[in-house]
């Protein structure tokens, strides 16, 4: 037997003998040292397969799909967002609604022809939309000329509902966008109408021109007219075509009359600042009386012309107009205005017939028309004149100082209207004035000017100065015969006809 420490004999069949590693025994075990572990051994298996998951090729690419539209839709909003942030910064926006008065005034102002030479501008303002308003008027006849006459149209075309650019002058262009609205006035059932003007904000300061440019434009339009506001259903709205202004001198009132009017008229106007100094509210009121037919309304008229003033007129016995109504529109007159009040005595009662059940219909009550004119409602900077042909009927509040403020009975036609009237129809050809003479010699014969001094048995009658005008405009250029139908300036009262019974056919009733 071998000693323990001798080498062993190399095995046979091996090519190199064995190392002293592998001829070592294994090392005891110790229940205290961790086990061993060897690379080879698999990793146990998780709650989320994550790898399994990233290496499936149906997941992966969902999730690639997932991204790219992730990434589009947040590209897309900040594309969105970045537009919008830059439109803020680089556009101004102006919007015009149809109530507003400039809005026809820049639609007026678009319709003007423009210089848009120049490759970009010819592509840019080419307009394809375009709506047309048409205005009519009646011409002179021409000697000879068969028929009633010539009638003038005028066409104006302007941009149409959608999207317009047009040049206002070079490197500036304006963006326009007519839009009607779904929705639709509760009043009138007309819808609303929206005007938006877009430009650059380096251009801001051309709506200054713009809208100045219109207003002169439409001021150009009503030169030498004046235009006549009636109230519908809420607001105020144009009646018909501007009309041509009276000459103040075409209206012929007693002595001294007109003149005084004028005077007081055009102080008020002068003395805005000193009513605002002494807190005492700005407005004025007139009232004038007297007979029909002897030159109220005409006057008005006139005077607007003058002062080159608009009438706004109140029908108050409308059907539908209350005192709610008629506040709201005293408080938004339109500017440079005259309100018109006529026949105030007969508005104040409601001529509709009763229904059985004794409703009579919405009207303006007296206390309503009161404050309308001077009360809490009442507005400022207001010029008004007030009508009537019997004063008498009138509430002894209503024609106080603060809500009428001068009164004046226009009454009828005296000597010195008659003299004047015939001066304005015949003075061509009555130079020595030997026919006014002669045609106020008869009217006195007649006694049209409340009698005859010399010959009291002459009736005391009285002619308005309507009535002389007919006469006048009957007999143009011929005053023989104005003079020799004088007599039928004379009043006449009409009798009720009795009725006649003898041929006629009776019939069941």
């Known amino acids: ?40 051994t698999a ?31 947040f590209g897309r909003r900040a594309l969105i967002q970045g537009t919008a942030l830059l439109r803020r910064q680089l556009l101004v926006n102006i919007e015009i ?33 375009l709506s047309v308003t048409t205005t009519t008027k009646s011409l002179s006849k021409v000697a000879g000329e068969e028929g009633n006459g010539r009638t003038h149209a005028d066409f104006r075309v302007q941009p149409g ?8 002058k070079p490197g500036v262009y304006i963006a326009v966008n007519r839009e009607k609205a779904s929705t639709a006035t509760t009043a009138t059932g007309e819808p609303h109408e929206t005007l938006t003007l877009t430009l650059l904000w380096m251009h801001r300061h051309v709506l200054a021109e713009v809208f100045t440019q219109a207003h002169e434009l439409a001021q150009s339009f009503q030169q030498g007219k004046t235009v006549v506001y009636t109230a519908r259903n809420m607001q105020w709205t144009v009646l018909g075509k501007p009309r041509l202004k009276r000459p103040l001198g075409s209206v012929i009132l007693d002595e001294g009359v007109k003149e005084s009017l004028v005077a007081d008229v055009k102080e008020f106007m002068a003395a805005q600042e000193w009513y605002t100094e002494r807190g005492v509210p700005y407005r004025r009121g007139y009232l004038l009386y007297g007979p029909p037919g002897t030159g109220k309304t005409s006057f008005i008229q006139a005077l607007a012309g003058e002062l080159d ?17 008629l506040a709201q529109l005293l408080t938004q007159l ?23 059940d004794g409703y009579s219909g919405r009207s303006v009550t007296a206390s309503g028309l ?36 001068m009164m004046v009975r226009i009454g009828e036609a005296s000597r010195y209207q008659a003299g004047q009237m015939w001066d304005r129809y015949y003075g061509d050809v009555d130079a020595d004035h030997k026919g006014r003479e002669r045609f106020l010699e008869r009217l006195d014969g007649l006694g049209l000017f409340g009698g005859d001094q010399k010959d009291p048995a002459v009736p005391k009658r009285h002619t308005s100065t309507a009535a002389i005008q007919g006469l006048f405009q009957f007999h143009k250029g011929d005053m023989e015969g104005a003079i020799k139908m004088a007599e039928h300036l004379i009043p006449r009262t009409y009798e009720p006809e009795p009725p006649t019974v003898e041929g006629s056919i009776k019939s069941p009733a």
């Open 43 to 73: 990793a146990a298996p998780s709650f989320l397969p994550l790898d399994q998951l990233f290496t499936n090729p149906v997941f992966a690419g969902g999730l690639g799909l997932a991204s790219l539209g992730a990434a589009a839709a």
């Open 370 to 405: 009161l404050n309308a004119l001077d009360g809490l409602a009442a507005g400022e900077d207001r010029i008004a004149f007030l009508t009537t042909n019997h004063i008498d009927k009138l509430d002894p509040a209503l024609i106080r100082p603060g809500r009428v403020d």
């Open 1 to 40: 037997m071998p000693a323990p420490n001798s080498q062993m004999p190399p095995a046979a069949g091996l090519p190199f003998p064995p190392s002293p590693q592998s001829a070592q025994s294994p090392p005891p075990y110790s229940p205290s040292a961790p086990p061993s572990t060897s690379p080879s």
């Open 309 to 325: 003033y608009s009438v706004a007129m109140i029908n108050l016995s409308e059907m539908g107009m209350t005192d709610d109504l």
């Open 161 to 168: 509902f959608g999207h317009h650019i047009v040049r206002h």
């Open 334 to 356: 339109p500017e440079k205005s005259i309100l018109l009040l006529e026949d105030v005595d007969a508005a104040l009662v409601n001529r509709r017939q009763r229904d059985p």
């Open 97 to 129: 609604s149809k109530r507003d008065p400039s809005y026809s005034w820049v639609l007026a102002w678009l319709a003007q022809p423009r210089d848009n030479s120049g490759f970009i501008a010819q592509r840019l303002t080419r307009l394809r939309s």
